[in-house]
């Protein structure tokens, strides 16, 4: 069985992950902030993290590179809705910068829950060769 860890600060958005995965029979475990989600994961042995980018508390990048500090074997798959409006700054891409710390795969919001699927899957896969190790 996969074991999830979710750290996301929109509580709906949290539990419909969280819903979407127990039902295809992963152990998911919803955090409503980083603090949380980082006390979770030095808890418990999990074979995935699902982080949310932009956090009420913690920069989601932040736990992202401290995750992938502590470890190489878990995936990560960064999300965010963020999105620069009515702007003429250059836009900040975050999910290069998530790649960067550590995510395996970026997921931008809002997504169907195939989509989640879909990252789910493909961080697993590329996942692999490093469980395997």
Do not use: W
């Amino acid at each position: 069985m996969t074991k999830v860890l979710i750290v996301e600060d929109d509580p709906s958005v949290g539990e419909v992950i969280r819903m979407t995965l127990d039902r295809e029979g992963c152990d998911s475990v919803y955090t409503p902030d980083a603090v949380a989600g980082i006390k979770a994961f030095e808890s418990s042995n999990f074979n995935l993290a699902i982080i949310d980018i932009f956090l009420s508390d913690i920069s989601g990048l932040k736990i992202i590179a401290e995750l992938r500090r502590r470890t190489l074997a878990v995936p990560i798959v960064a999300m965010s809705g963020f999105i620069f409006r009515d702007s003429m700054d250059p836009v900040l891409d975050y999910f290069a910068m998530a790649t960067k710390a550590g995510a395996t795969v970026c997921l931008r919001k809002p997504f169907a829950p195939r989509q989640l699927l879909a990252a789910v899957h493909a961080s697993l896969v590329s996942a692999l060769p490093v469980l395997k190790s």
